[in-house]
């Protein structure tokens, strides 16, 4: 699909001058202070994560995504240098490159992951690095940048120093932040809402992953009420599913999730608009794959009438 849609002579100027590797180091950071496009002014964002199809290099998946009808993506793990897609060290001409990817599939990005930063290193380190990931989420295009929090109680208070020292220069760059439920120290909507209260910042809100909650709680914890705990603090959900035990490589709408239950309680609780992203699918080739992020689509659009 990439090769059928080329730049126009305009688009390619642009995007020459910009990423240009000789370009200086100023140029590059008055790139990266540019905010993302704004959001679609429907009330619901629907897109699929390049999870489901990291096997592939990231260009299929976007062609993929693009192809099962989804307008929004959220830039996660390929195959490449890296699995995460775009990390710490990613350099940001090549960060522009792939929202320049994005936008040519004629997908808006909404959410990346961006692995972790070095908090383990020092605050400084943590912070100088998640810096980098919030420019490259700018570069990229997207709007949000998800983390996924430390499962290690000793760096617990670093992290979220981090993260609160962070919140004034993302909301300089248009991103918001957003922290999911994970496992470990941020496995439940308790834990989350805990954290989120604790750094403090308005621009740090919850992704919310029902298909985690089950994971993580072996089971035991439905999301249906673990969503009652998160009033007013979500702004983005990973569209996850789960099957007993421990499987979430499932498609939404064929597992134990009750999606229009958990999506119900979560708009009672303010969440009436934003990203919902499909994080996960059954795996399959890539034609089995695209049916099932087609099937998947269709679900969530059923769901948000």
Known sequence: MHDSLPLTRRQFLHTTAALAVGATQHALSAGASAAPA???????????????????????????????????????????????????????????????????????????YG??????????????????????CVACGAGNLMVGGTGNAALQSAYYKVVAECCAYAAEKGVGLSVK????????????????EQVGRKNFRLWYDPGNIYYYSDGRLDPVADAATVDGLV????VKDYRHPKDVMVTPGTGQVDFP??????????????????????????????AEARKARRFLEELTR
């Open 38 to 112: 704004p959001a679609p002014a429907g009330p619901w964002q629907i897109g699929c994560y390049t999870r489901p199809f990291d096997q592939f290099e990231y260009r299929v998946a976007l062609d993929a995504i693009a192809e099962a009808g989804f307008k929004h993506v959220g830039l996660m793990t390929a195959k490449g240098k890296h699995w995460i897609m775009v990390g710490v060290d990613t350099p940001l001409e090549e960060a522009a490159t792939i929202g320049a990817e994005v936008k040519r599939r004629g997908l808006k990005a909404v959410s990346l």
């Open 115 to 136: 692995g972790d930063f070095p908090v383990a290193t020092s605050v400084a380190a943590g912070i100088a690095g998640l810096k980098k990931l919030i420019d490259n």
């Open 181 to 196: 439920p994970h496992g470990g120290l941020n496995a439940t909507g308790p834990q989350c809402r805990k954290l989120i």
């Open 235 to 238: 702004v983005g959900m990973s």
């Open 261 to 290: 239950k958990v999506l119900a309680r979560l708009r009672q609780g303010g969440f009436a608009r934003g990203p919902l992203v499909v994080e996960c699918l059954a795996p399959g080739d890539l034609n089995r794959i695209k």
